[in-house]
């Protein structure tokens, strides 16, 4: 498998729950900017979305969209995600959250355009989600239940986002658990492999 990637963007969900799965990968870099790959490759050929993440398989399909890659890590790891049970639907219900209301409330800070109104709005919904983790967390160590999942992976690149990026301070139990899984193996890995480890 193949995963393009680019440094510190949301890829590096997908990044570390490569290297948590123990699967064979291999890592292609993307300029985002140029859409083009480290070799040069025009990355729109690869992924007509021109975003990463994709997954390329050893078939040659091409898998992108986080959740997507996030679940078919999780499945074919057979870690990661509890394989049945109600624990399987919290990972997903955690998983699209991150998505579709964390991930996605991080765009005015990464565009040009955005007016500070923008940003004051985003991260001001961002805060209100970052309560309401807070609260799911409570004293245990990972998002859903008593184990790493991808959730886990996904949510750790908002919250290294919202502290590097945006500046927002996070609550105490979310920062403490930032701050542990960054000092983890596969975490510490992934952001040493991107150039990302301070
Ligand atoms: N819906 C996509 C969004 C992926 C995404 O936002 N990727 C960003 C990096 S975090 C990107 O590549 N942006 C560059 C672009 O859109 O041109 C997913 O969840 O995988």
């Known amino acids: 498998m193949k995963l393009y990637y680019s440094p510190g963007a949301c890829s590096l969900a997908d990044h570390i729950a490569l290297i948590e799965s123990g699967l064979p990968f291999t890592t292609v870099k993307v300029d985002l900017k140029a859409k083009t790959t480290a070799s040069g490759e025009d990355y729109r050929q690869i992924n ?7 997954l390329r398989l050893d078939d040659g399909e091409v898998l992108t969209e986080n959740i997507a890659i996030l679940s078919f890590i999780a499945d074919k790891a057979e870690k990661l995600e509890p394989s049945g049970g109600f624990a399987h639907w919290r ?31 985003a991260g001001n919904i961002l805060g209100k989600r970052f309560a309401l983790l807070e609260e799911r967390l ?27 990026k945006v500046g927002l301070t996070l609550p105490s139990r979310l920062d403490t658990y930032f701050e542990r899984l960054k000092q983890s193996p596969s975490f510490a890995q992934a952001l040493s492999d991107e150039g990302l480890a301070n």
């Open 48 to 54: 007509p979305k021109g975003y990463v993440p994709a």
């Open 91 to 121: 990972v997903l219900e955690t998983t699209a959250f991150v998505s579709t209301e964390l991930h996605k409330n991080f765009k005015p800070f990464f565009s040009p355009d955005s007016t500070d109104e923008a940003k004051a709005q």
């Open 138 to 164: 409570g004293d245990r160590s990972f998002i859903v239940g008593d184990t790493l999942t991808i959730a886990d992976c996904y949510l750790f690149v908002m919250l290294m986002w919202a502290k590097t």
